[in-house]
């Protein structure tokens, strides 16, 4: 009988799927501090970003065989502790690329209209101080002819980028493994290839009037920080659904105050569960609690990539119960 611990949760159809086909799965919540015992009890654990599994957490011969991490990266996950004890991991990152990018479009349209501002003001004062509020809140700007900077231009930022074509921006892309030259925008029954000309780090930093970084996590270290965010242009927007502090957050907090930041978005924080009040707070910082990923559409395209590859793994176990 093979026993899986979900234990960030898994999408109710997922669940159905795996009993179906003969797995026990428990959603019980195992607490960080005895998950060492949890890798003694089941054969496979699913986690998402919340639990971490370090080489701490490891017994030396567990039971777990497979580990899967429910989004994009590994980052809280060992890979070289889990290898040396034989545990295989896997991760589920096309299942919700468009999720995560359709959050960093929206973060951004809610910025150039100044909508967030508008729905925390207008319920307080929108019946007294409606003529006011019209003119505090009517300084937007349209996003077509804007250049957009995306770091990273896998899955999600080739996503980002079909967006911000539709909507006439200038896409400018830059990846650390390869060079984009194009990306396929689907329209109708056609799949069109529109050509993209790769550009270099410091030509974004230079140039866009919004970058939005899409890559791991680098180990800690910002991919912006204060030198790359003292040179941007001046109003430059800036968008983080990827990893807390990718851009670093006491760069971003001075950049605003010198004007070079004109407002950012982030989904992702470095103290995650417990963001910087001072980035929450903050009136020129539009914040969601990480939910890039947490549409229903993208949790059942994961849910059902973990059951392919739990079965792909393990086999047919319908006939142990």
Known sequence: MIKILANDGIHPLAKIELEHRGFVVDTTKVAQEKLKEAFMEYDVLLVRSATKVKEADLPMNPRVKLIGRAGVGLDNIDQAATKAIGIEVFNTPAASSKAVASLTMAMLMSISRNIADAARKMPEKGASDFSKLKK???????????????????????????????????????????????????????????PLTARKMEDIILHADIISVHVPSQGGRAVLGEAEIERMKKGVILLNTSRGGIIDEDALLLGIKLGIVKAAGLDVFTGEPNPRPELLNHPQILTTPHVGAETEEAQLRIGMEIVERIYTFFGDHSGTL
């Open 136 to 194: 505090e809140l009517a300084g937007g700007f349209e996003l077509e002819g804007k250049k957009i900077g995306i770091i990273g231009f896998g899955r999600i930022g080739q996503e980002l980028a079909k967006m911000a074509l539709g909507l006439g921006m200038e896409v400018m892309p830059y990846d650390a493994i390869y060079e984009p030259d194009h990306v396929f925008v689907k329209i109708g029954n056609q799949d069109i290839k529109i």
